[in-house]
């Protein structure tokens, strides 16, 4: 294989990525002058985060979909950021000058430090060249910071007092926690003399927890769709809170924030101050999201790093992707974001496909949808349950565990209604497959409805790649509904999966051997002891995006 064709082994179609190399963390994606600018950690000299003296990798775009590199932003040039430009955020200051927040690894010990960068030109449209100031470190470490966990500033937000204010991941005296600094001119910051905005134990409560890549944003009333700016009015509005832990997931809480006191009051109390008992952003593989405010059409677009799990990056010459961007909103309940790939993906739909078939799949069964490439498609179903007697019983001790619970009944074990859902990326022999599926249990007076995304079967290499299983109940009656929707985008070596109109998000990679030398194909199947009747089904085969393949503009 030469070198060209090891940059294009198992390159997604329309997820973002860099041409070459390493990236991960989503940094600072904004909306300014009519262009979208996305941000991200990036290591330009090789396809691993390597001694992580990292950059910022900076591309543009119309649309959301198709992207320019316009070459990086920042580089760890200087003695407050020579060991690595780490995540942060940006944020447009009045007159339109963009701002950077960031951290970087000084040169005296590696001491995190929080650094600010302005747009040298406000004025051109591709923003491709930023100035750091002298003045650097804006914020240094702080004493009573611990383990050197001081990092990655959210977005700035302005206070009804006119104060800018920003929050940053830190472990204080051993407990993770947020810290708010205040500014009136974004050079000079002051800790909030209070608690901090959260802190908490560990996961298992005998340690310390490190936090990272925090978001705090305003959103519009339950169920209204349009997004807030991050400055938006406080009164009356409810935030989300999302924090990154180190177990590789990303939790948010809705509450209320305080900004004469910088304080968070949950809407969930029960849950806890440990993160990782709060509601998942996406319950498979997904880490270090990141919002903006997307003017142009008044939403907020989310952003999240999606790595390899086969331990292939060198030898491709690049690693990891971001998922596809997702318009997201607060659901009716107040209490849960939903989430939905950006309408824009439509304009990359080619031939669409319905069904094909009688409506129903018989028990034990499997329908190919042909007549697109399904490498890269999106795909929506909608499955009728009509009869639910021969569901399962739920044994309780799974209600905390439902990765767990997919893992012991994946989609090749028989249930009573279920598993039902799609194959996507199958061979034609169907030794390899990814499955994504529902299965409803009966639960005291009730119904549970899983949902996983099964890898065991995702590829057959021998070696190397991870093929766990991801699941999530979903909060829905199906007894009432009698029917269960989902959404799946397929790309290559990636699928988002959205069930219950996206109200639970699952993501996963796959490296099926089979998709090198011969075509992939796309079922619906039905494993359980009834016939599922799907109700509706569309399909659209996707063209290829235009992500970085030009060269720097």
């Known amino acids: 294989m030469n070198g060209a064709e090891k940059l294009n082994h198992g390159r997604t179609a329309y997820h973002f990525q860099p041409a070459k190399y390493w990236q991960n963390d989503p940094n600072g994606p904004m909306y300014h002058n009519g262009m979208y600018h996305f941000f991200y950690q990036y290591n330009p000299r090789g396809p691993t985060w390597g001694d992580g003296k990292l950059s910022w990798g900076h591309s543009v775009s119309g649309d959301l979909v198709n992207w320019a590199d316009v070459g990086n932003a920042l580089d760890p040039t200087s003695p407050f950021d020579v060991n690595g430009c780490w995540s942060g955020s940006a944020t447009v200051l009045p007159g339109g000058r963009p701002a950077i927040l960031y951290t970087g690894m000084d040169d005296a010990d590696k001491a995190q430090v929080q650094n600010v960068a302005f747009a040298k030109n406000p004025s051109d449209p591709l923003l491709r060249e930023w100035e750091k100031p002298s003045c650097n470190p804006v914020i240094p470490m702080p004493a009573d910071v611990t383990g050197n966990n001081f990092r990655d500033p959210t977005e700035a937000w302005r206070g009804r007092d006119g104060l800018w204010r920003v929050a940053v991941a830190a472990e204080v005296r051993g407990v993770g926690s947020l810290l708010v600094y205040r500014s009136a001119d974004f050079l000079h910051w002051e800790r909030n003399a209070g608690a901090p905005l959260h802190a908490a134990s560990s996961r298992d409560g005998d340690g310390p927890a490190v936090l990272e890549c925090p978001d705090l944003f305003p959103m519009a009333a339950p169920g209204a769709m349009e997004g807030l700016d991050v400055s938006a009015s406080r009164a009356g509005v409810l935030h989300v809170l999302k924090l990154s832990d180190f177990a590789k997931e990303d939790h948010y809480m809705v509450g209320r924030y305080d900004d004469e006191e910088d304080t968070f009051k949950p809407a969930?109390?029960?849950?806890?101050?440990?993160?990782?008992?709060?509601?998942?952003?996406?319950?498979?593989?997904?880490?270090?999201?990141?919002?903006?405010?997307?003017?142009?059409?008044?939403?907020?677009?989310?952003?999240?790093?999606?790595?390899?799990?086969?331990?292939?990056?060198?030898?491709?010459?690049?690693?990891?992707?971001?998922?596809?961007?997702?318009?997201?909103?607060?659901?009716?309940?107040?209490?849960?974001?939903?989430?939905?790939?950006?309408?824009?993906?439509?304009?990359?739909?080619?031939?669409?496909?319905?069904?094909?078939?009688?409506?129903?799949?018989?028990?034990?069964?499997?329908?190919?949808?042909?007549?697109?490439?399904?490498?890269?498609?999106?795909?929506?179903?909608?499955?009728?349950?009509?009869?639910?007697?021969?569901?399962?019983?739920?044994?309780?001790?799974?209600?905390?565990?439902?990765?767990?619970?997919?893992?012991?009944?994946?989609?090749?074990?028989?249930?009573?209604?279920?598993?039902?859902?799609?194959?996507?990326?199958?061979?034609?022999?169907?030794?390899?497959?990814?499955?994504?599926?529902?299965?409803?249990?009966?639960?005291?007076?009730?119904?549970?409805?899983?949902?996983?995304?099964?890898?065991?079967?995702?590829?057959?290499?021998?070696?190397?790649?991870?093929?766990?299983?991801?699941?999530?109940?979903?909060?829905?009656?199906?007894?009432?509904?009698?029917?269960?929707?989902?959404?799946?985008?397929?790309?290559?070596?990636?699928?988002?999966?959205?069930?219950?109109?996206?109200?639970?998000?699952?993501?996963?990679?796959?490296?099926?051997?089979?998709?090198?030398?011969?075509?992939?194909?796309?079922?619906?199947?039905?494993?359980?002891?009834?016939?599922?009747?799907?109700?509706?089904?569309?399909?659209?085969?996707?063209?290829?995006?235009?992500?970085?393949?030009?060269?720097?503009?």
């Open 268 to 553: 969930e109390p029960e849950r806890g101050g440990d993160c990782a008992n709060w509601r998942r952003l996406d319950h498979g593989h997904l880490y270090a999201s990141k919002s903006f405010y997307d003017a142009r059409k008044k939403r907020r677009v989310l952003w999240a790093w999606v790595d390899e799990t086969d331990g292939g990056g060198e030898g491709r010459g690049w690693a990891g992707i971001q998922a596809f961007p997702r318009a997201m909103w607060l659901d009716t309940d107040g209490k849960r974001l939903v989430q939905w790939p950006v309408e824009e993906i439509e304009t990359l739909r080619r031939k669409r496909v319905g069904l094909q078939w009688a409506t129903e799949v018989d028990a034990g069964g499997t329908k190919e949808i042909a007549g697109i490439v399904s490498l890269q498609a999106d795909v929506q179903a909608v499955f009728e349950v009509p009869n639910l007697e021969d569901a399962e019983t739920l044994d309780p001790k799974w209600l905390q565990d439902p990765k767990g619970l997919c893992a012991e009944k994946g989609a090749s074990v028989p249930g009573g209604v279920g598993p039902f859902g799609l194959l996507v990326m199958a061979s034609g022999d169907l030794r390899e497959h990814t499955s994504i599926f529902f299965r409803v249990f009966k639960h005291l007076d009730t119904y549970k409805v899983l949902m996983c995304t099964d890898l065991t079967k995702s590829s057959t290499k021998a070696e190397g790649v991870k093929i766990p299983s991801y699941g999530a109940f979903l909060d829905v009656d199906v007894e009432k509904d009698k029917s269960l929707s989902l959404r799946t985008l397929i790309d290559h070596t990636v699928v988002e999966s959205f069930g219950d109109g996206g109200r639970t998000c699952m993501t996963a990679r796959m490296y099926p051997e089979h998709a090198a030398t011969s075509r992939s194909r796309l079922y619906a199947f039905n494993y359980g002891a009834g016939a599922v009747k799907v109700s509706k089904l569309e399909a659209w085969e996707l063209a290829t995006a235009a992500v970085n393949g030009g060269g720097v503009i």
